[in-house]
């Protein structure tokens, strides 16, 4: 299983803005959808966006119309645009793939990034 680098999170006040990316490494052929999840102390993960190959988006309630996924497949990145943060937004945000394909013939699923965590507050 890929081990995915994500990076952007940090302190933020409310109403800002942050931008997240999630890279998988090495020689990638493909990967069917990308995403993000959210965990806050002792409550469980969560949906927060995903998006597939082929460009369907889906979004948590919690983020709608407020967040925005995107990915670029030449650099095997999924982004997450974070506007009007909450302090309820405050959390660890991992990333996630389904099956990743490399030029090899393998395949890999259940990948994550090591999360990144997101503190809103003023």
């Known amino acids: 299983q890929v081990q995915l680098v994500e990076s952007g999170g940090g302190l933020v006040q409310p109403g800002g803005s942050l931008r997240l990316s999630c890279a998988a490494p090495?020689?990638?052929?493909?990967?069917?959808?990308m995403g993000w999840y959210r965990q806050a102390p002792g409550k469980q993960r969560e949906l927060v966006a995903t998006?597939?190959?082929?460009?369907?988006?889906n979004y948590g309630d919690s983020v709608k119309g407020r967040f925005t996924i995107s990915r670029d497949n030449a650099k095997n990145t999924v982004y997450l645009q974070m506007n009007s943060l909450k302090p309820e937004d405050t959390a660890i945000y991992y990333c996630?793939?389904?099956?990743?394909?490399?030029?090899?013939?393998?395949?890999?699923?259940?990948?994550w990034g090591q999360g990144t965590q997101v503190t809103v507050s003023s």
């Open positions: 996630n793939t389904g099956v990743i394909r490399d030029y090899s013939g393998r395949y890999y699923s259940g990948n």
């Open positions: 090495g020689s990638i052929r493909s990967i069917n959808s």
């Open positions: 998006i597939t190959s082929g460009g369907s988006i």
